[in-house]
């Protein structure tokens, strides 16, 4: 017999409780499912950031749609205020015309943003788990990743983000160009903005002396026309164009999967990745700056009020507040994305633009800095309400999942 077998009795049962005591207390330290509870509850609670995601993904989706359908059509076009698209839009299309192509983002919205806070997640554990200065302080009063300080935090949300829109952006790029093409199929034999704008600069340039100064009602020495002059004149002329453009859609647009076969048949597989290279830098950057700018002001409000937890007017304004700050800071780079994405079905050789940064100098050029924030308003106005909305839903649902488990709320 070994050594175990000539252990006395009372030793095996000591040993026997000590390691029963233990395992208990691990299980109670790390919250886990207390036993009695249901099946079902087990399993929404195991995948609580999926289920979370998919229903703030989808009541979202159903309020902002509209709102992202004009952002996209002003980016595009040329429209003298948002409320002027609006009107158009609707005059022409009907309020279901701003929900053109909502089944690609609908159906895909719910898997891309519990994979997004899945991935989030994931590697906001994988960074805490893995940070080199877990043990010990970090030299040089570098910040590490165990979220213990309000600059810990921002780090490691902001690269767990920055990572999580990568890999989503890789995964959505033939969606949101399908989107982007359904969003603007009525407009497609209309000029674009740009177009209209060179075409009036053209016009003007082209008028003797006397014509300019007529054309402006302006006196001699103001004989050059300003961009911003005929950025209003092309606006003007846009929308009193209504009757001579078309409002069908073009034939390849009637469905989402007619769209998707004319990329493919006009571009190849390749083509539903067209634009992937802005869609990944708008993603990545723009999921850093989200995740990093909610966590941030959600932590410091609740250091403010002094409290453990945070409730839903918390969640509403650091969800507002990211939502805000990562479209001012990428929005550029989302207006040349569409620009660029919007072209995918034209011929080669009528392309307005053939680079990102060919389209990007373009805008500068022509319109300056005002340029590149052309339909900002649209996505300002909906920033705050449907983040803010996108989080408490988030948080509501993930504690009342965690309530049904008879868990603490994370």
Known sequence: MGHRDRMPANKQGSLVED?????????????SIQPGIERWRLALYENRTLASAITAAVT???????????????????YQSLLACARRSISEEGVA??????????????TAKSMSFSVFEQTKQWLRQHDPYRDKAPPFGITDFQRKTTGSIALTAGLAGSISGAVI?????????????M?????????????????KLNTTQNKTPTEKVMHCGHRASSITAAPSAALSASSA??????????????????????????????????????GIGLHVVRDSSGTAIYFA???????????????????????????????????????????VKSTIQS??????DTQEFKSSWQCMRSIYSRLGLVGLYRGVSVSLIRAFPIHGLNFVVYEWARSTICWLAAQRPE
Request: proline fraction near 6%; hydrophobic fraction near 40%.
């Open 169 to 181: 952006a890789a995964i959505c790029c033939p969606l949101e160009l399908v989107k982007v093409q």
């Open 60 to 78: 979202g989706m159903l309020v902002g749609y509209p709102f992202d359908s004009l952002k996209t059509r002003m980016q595009t076009h040329q």
């Open 343 to 348: 072209q995918v079905l034209k011929p080669s």
């Open 97 to 110: 015309g701003l929900y053109r192509g909502l089944l690609p983002p609908l159906l895909t919205a719910s």
């Open 19 to 31: 390691t029963a005591l233990a395992i208990g207390q691990a299980r109670q330290n790390d919250n």
């Open 183 to 199: 969003q603007l199929a009525r407009l497609m034999n209309r000029p674009s903005s740009l177009q209209s704008i060179s075409a």
């Open 293 to 335: 700018a909610y966590e941030t002001v959600k932590e410091t409000l609740r250091r403010i009020t002094g409290s453990e937890t945070t409730g839903p007017m918390t969640h509403m304004l650091a969800g507002g507040t990211c939502g805000v700050v990562s479209w001012l800071l990428i929005f550029p780079v989302d207006l």
């Open 237 to 274: 002329s846009s929308s009193s164009a209504g009757t001579a453009t078309t409002k069908t859609a073009p034939a390849w647009a009637k469905s989402n999967l007619s769209v998707l076969r004319e990329i493919i048949r006009q571009k190849g597989l390749l083509g539903m990745y067209y």
